[in-house]
């Protein structure tokens, strides 16, 4: 027998066609043709599972991918103009905006060739989103948090950049390791505070990033496309396809 989630994706798939003719047959024929007999026939057929589901799950990205867009589009000024962003490159023609956390395993996986990327490409306008959402043991974002804060406060005296990667470079960040960033790029950790613009900053970036479909970390945006996870490959290819629509 097969899945209750896959009787339902392969009877969309497949339905209207024997639908289609039951109907070019005679009324009593009709009538012998219901739910119950397709999911009989499926179940008798089980080869036909893989391919409908998988045109099911097909579709299923396809409108998502289109949701997204949508959704990106419709927001375009507060993901790539916010002006309490840190954002490298600020000449760039090709805006790479990502949302991430300081002690996402992934983010930082993808901090070299993020580096390089920005170094070696001065027309990717990087802009950076704060997005601490990773609990520690109690439940509570209790690290991340204190890490985009002290990340924020010291974006105002002009080591952002600095500060963030040593951050992210930390193999395992605690608050020892958020005041030892901040002191090795000669920021007194006791000083170096966030404020009350800080909270409500991070607060719009969680909300932007719940908007548009944005779950996890690192989670990438160029143009209309999301790029979720550490897929250098598939970021690359968005960058590619957005410079290419810059010179049409």
């Given at each position: 027998?097969?899945?209750?989630?896959?009787?339902?994706a392969?009877?969309?798939?497949i339905a209207?066609?024997?639908?289609?003719?039951?109907?070019?047959?005679?009324p009593?024929?009709?009538?012998?043709?219901?739910?119950?007999?397709?999911?009989?026939?499926l179940?008798?057929?089980?080869?036909?599972i893989?391919?409908a589901?998988q045109?099911?799950e097909?579709?299923r990205?396809?409108?998502?991918?289109?949701?997204?867009a949508?959704?990106?589009a419709?927001?375009?000024?507060?993901?790539?103009?916010?002006?309490?962003?840190?954002?490298?490159?600020?000449d760039?023609k090709?805006?790479?905006v990502?949302?991430?956390?300081?002690r996402?395993?992934?983010?930082?996986?993808?901090?070299?060739?993020l580096?390089s990327?920005?170094?070696q490409?001065?027309?990717?306008r990087?802009?950076?989103k704060?997005?601490?959402?990773?609990?520690?043991?109690?439940g509570k974002?209790?690290?991340?948090?204190r890490?985009s804060?002290?990340?924020?406060?010291?974006?105002r005296?002009?080591?952002?950049?600095?500060?963030?990667?040593?951050?992210?470079?930390?193999?395992?960040?605690?608050?020892?390791?958020?005041?030892?960033?901040?002191?090795?790029?000669g920021?007194?950790?006791?000083?170096?505070v966030?404020?009350?613009?800080?909270?409500?900053?991070?607060?719009?970036?969680?909300?932007?990033?719940?908007a548009?479909?944005?779950?996890?970390?690192?989670?990438?945006?160029?143009?209309d496309?999301?790029v979720?996870?550490?897929?250098?490959?598939q970021?690359a290819?968005?960058?590619?396809?957005a410079?290419?629509?810059?010179?049409?």
């Amino acid at each position: 027998m097969i899945s209750r989630v896959l009787r339902a994706a392969v009877l969309a798939a497949i339905a209207p066609a024997i639908l289609f003719t039951a109907a070019c047959s005679r009324p009593a024929d009709q009538a012998r043709v219901s739910r119950d007999q397709v999911l009989a026939y499926l179940d008798n057929h089980p080869e036909l599972i893989n391919e409908a589901s998988q045109r099911y799950e097909l579709k299923r990205r396809k409108e998502l991918l289109a949701e997204s867009a949508k959704a990106i589009a419709l927001r375009r000024a507060a993901l790539e103009h916010d002006p309490r962003d840190f954002v490298a490159n600020p000449d760039g023609k090709v805006t790479v905006v990502e949302f991430f956390d300081y002690r996402c395993p992934y983010c930082k996986a993808a901090l070299p060739a993020l580096q390089s990327l920005i170094l070696q490409n001065r027309d990717i306008r990087f802009v950076f989103k704060e997005l601490p959402i990773l609990p520690d043991g109690d439940g509570k974002v209790g690290v991340s948090l204190r890490a985009s804060e002290a990340a924020l406060a010291a974006k105002r005296a002009g080591k952002y950049q600095s500060v963030h990667d040593a951050m992210m470079a930390a193999r395992a960040l605690d608050d020892a390791g958020i005041a030892q960033a901040l002191k090795d790029n000669g920021l007194d950790p006791a000083t170096t505070v966030a404020d009350a613009a800080d909270a409500r900053h991070i607060k719009d970036v969680r909300d932007l990033a719940l908007a548009i479909g944005a779950n996890g970390t690192p989670t990438f945006v160029v143009g209309d496309t999301m790029v979720a996870g550490n897929s250098m490959d598939q970021l690359a290819l968005a960058i590619q396809q957005a410079r290419q629509q810059t010179k049409g």
